[in-house]
């Protein structure tokens, strides 16, 4: 999919507190910037449930090598 450049005009505080933000999350501002309208302009989930909805992209950083850690500890 092609990329397009996008000129803002953000205030300063605004953008060096979003760059902090992203870097703790291990992502960059860019990609910040473009989840939040493919977010709000994407389609509904077609009646997902309530709690299903709460839980959507919690596992998005997730280690499935830690999952089997912890399931080998608990089970052998």
Same mark, same amino acid.
């Given at each position: ?8 005009? &953000?205030?300063?505080? &605004?953008? #060096?507190?979003?760059? /902090?933000?992203? @870097?703790? /999350?291990?992502? *960059?501002?860019?990609?910040? &910037?473009? #989840?939040? $309208?493919?977010?709000? *302009?994407?389609?509904? $989930?077609? /009646?997902?449930?309530? &709690? ?11 280690? $499935?090598?830690?999952?089997? @850690? ?7």
């Amino acid at each position: 999919m092609a990329k397009y450049k996008l000129t803002l005009n &953000v205030e300063r505080s &605004v953008i #060096a507190r979003a760059k /902090r933000y992203a @870097k703790q /999350r291990g992502t *960059s501002l860019s990609k910040m &910037v473009e #989840a939040y $309208p493919a977010l709000i *302009s994407a389609p509904p $989930p077609a /009646r997902m449930p309530p &709690v299903l909805r709460s839980l959507r992209g919690i596992l998005k950083r997730a280690d $499935p090598a830690d999952y089997k @850690k912890h399931l080998a500890e608990k089970y052998l």
